[in-house]
Every structure is written in C-alpha cells, then in structure tokens.
C-alpha cells in the first residue's frame, strides 16, 4: 500500500492552516481512511495545541533526529486519526534534521492512507522541506490581499522545490463582503473549497477536538466534510443540516425520505457514525 501525502501551507501565519489540516484529518477517518497528521511545526507547537492528543513514546523532534523511529512518535488523536507531534522543549529544536522529514513521510505512506503534514510559518529550508515532498500541496488563505498576494508567492515557491499544488482553500470567510471570484483571481490556482468564519472553531480548540467531531452540523464543518470528501474522490454523506427529528426537514433528509428503507438504514448508521451517536 502507498498513501497519500498532503502538506497544508500558506504565505501568512495565523490564517487558518491547523484548523484545516486537522479538520481534513478528521473527515477522512470518518470516509474511512487511515490518517495520521504530522505536526511539522519545529519551532512551536500547532496541533499539539488544539487537539488533545495521547502522549506517544516518542516526539517528531526525536524522530528527525535519529533516535526513534516514525511509528513510535504516532498517537492517537480524539476523532479516529493518528497524530504525530512535536516536543515542546527549545533543545529539541536544535537536534531535528529536517531533510529527514522525506524518509518519515515516506515510512508513514506504508502505513496509512493518508498523512497530512500541518507546516509552519516562514519560508527558511526547513519549511519548505514538506511542500517538496507532498504528493498534494493545499494552500489556505483568509480572503485578505495581503494573505492572498503571500499565497501567490508561496505558490511559487512550492514550484520551485518541485512540488505539486493542489489548489487553494479560502478560510474564515464571512464577515463584511467577500468577493471570492476576485479573491481567486490573485492566486492562480483552483479554489478547492471555502471555509466561512464559524465561533465554534475557537470552542473546539478549547475542546481539544476538530470542529467537525465537536460540532458536526456548524457550517465551518459541513465544509470541512465537503472539502474532504471532494479531496478523495467521493461525495459527502447526506448533509444533515436542519435534519433534527422535529425540525425543518433539509433536502438531504427529505431525499432520505423518498429513498428506500434500506438507503434510509444505511444513511442513519452513517449520520450516527459521523455524529458518534449524538443526533442518530
Ligand atoms: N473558520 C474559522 N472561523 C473562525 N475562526 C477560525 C477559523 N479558522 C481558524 N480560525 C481561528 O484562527 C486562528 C488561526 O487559526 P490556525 O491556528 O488554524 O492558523 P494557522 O495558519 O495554523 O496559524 P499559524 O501560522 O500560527 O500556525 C485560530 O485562533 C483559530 O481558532
Ligand atoms: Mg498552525
């Protein structure tokens, strides 16, 4: 088996690119993928701060630097994914070798379908290391032009160390008017998806969860969940918006209801799946 890399980057810091990888994480378990996310941040801690995740035997840090081996710095994360995390200790920084960032990726495709690598601010050699490597880069980037125009210049870059965009995900979109065809204009890459600005992000985080586990039906999850699943391949599952037994009944539901018994079956187990048993 060979799985899939993906490297989720930007061209500006704070712009949405943790809370999207460990979403997209989050997805492809529930679409049944084996996933682990890689926190390849050296220098500060991303994942290991909004996910509570199992402490492992070893940390990213003591694998780059020789002393332990990919699968023992895996642990698991809340929402059926494995994650890999860094230290959190300033000597850690100093032994990690980052070229060696393409032997663990690659260790890890032998394991899992999926291994998304979170990466860090700034464009030094160790950043880029991932956006060489990545069988798909997905560039996030709030709808702001000064994001948007270091969006278009880490595309380059990511050209420039041989690697392959995917396209580019629009986050925390709302808010005053957003012109998402203009936005798009600036960076020349297909738009994968838009993400809009959700409160309940910030509420997750203080969960320690991903948003579309702590809050399956918010509007920043339902796109998540759409985005993922289009990432794979694959439609979503019917959307369960506004499909709470007494409320509206939303398009997906009422699909459901004209679909046959057995497609309604098999749609409650998943919604159960996916909500793990909170609204099915
Ligand atoms: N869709 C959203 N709606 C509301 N808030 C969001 C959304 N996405 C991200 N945020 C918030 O934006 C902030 C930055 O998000 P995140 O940490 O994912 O960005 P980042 O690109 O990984 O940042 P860094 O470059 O520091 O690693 C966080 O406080 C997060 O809660
Ligand atoms: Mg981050």
Do not use: C, W
Not at 61 to 89: C, I, K, Q, R
Not at 135 to 157: F, G, I, R, W, Y
């Amino acid at each position: 088996m060979t799985g899939r890399v993906f490297a989720v980057a930007s061209g500006k810091g704070g712009v949405g690119k943790t809370t999207t990888a460990v979403n997209l994480a989050a997805v492809m378990a529930e679409a049944d993928r084996s996933v682990v996310l890689v926190d390849y941040d050296l220098g500060m801690a991303n994942v290991g701060a909004v996910l509570d995740v199992e402490p492992a035997e070893a940390t990213l840090h003591d694998v780059l630097a020789g002393d332990a081996d990919a699968l023992d710095a895996v642990a698991e994360a809340p929402g059926e994914f494995d994650a890999m995390v860094g230290g959190t200790d300033i000597e850690d920084f100093g032994r990690a070798d980052p070229s060696k960032l393409r032997e663990v990726a690659e260790d890890l495709r032998e394991e899992y379908d999926v291994t998304i690598v979170d990466t860090g601010g700034g464009l030094s050699h160790d950043t880029t290391v991932p956006l060489g490597l990545a069988d798909d880069v997905l560039l996030v980037s709030t709808p702001q032009v000064a994001a948007l125009e270091n969006t278009a210049k880490t595309l380059d870059l990511v050209e420039r160390v041989g690697g392959d965009v995917e396209g580019l995900i629009l986050t925390r979109v709302g808010g005053a008017a957003v012109d998402v065809d203009e936005a798009v204009e600036r960076v020349d890459a297909p738009l994968l998806g838009t993400i809009p600005e959700d409160g309940a992000v910030a509420d997750s985080e203080a969960a320690g969860e991903p948003l579309v586990v702590y809050a399956p039906e918010n509007p920043a999850a339902q796109s998540y969940r759409e985005l993922g699943y289009e990432l794979l391949g694959e439609s979503p599952p019917v959307s369960f918006r506004d499909g709470d037994e007494d409320g509206e009944v939303s398009a997906g539901a009422a699909f459901a209801e004209v679909a046959d018994e057995q497609a309604e079956a098999d749609n409650e187990s998943l919604l159960s799946r996916l909500t793990g048993g909170r609204l099915g």
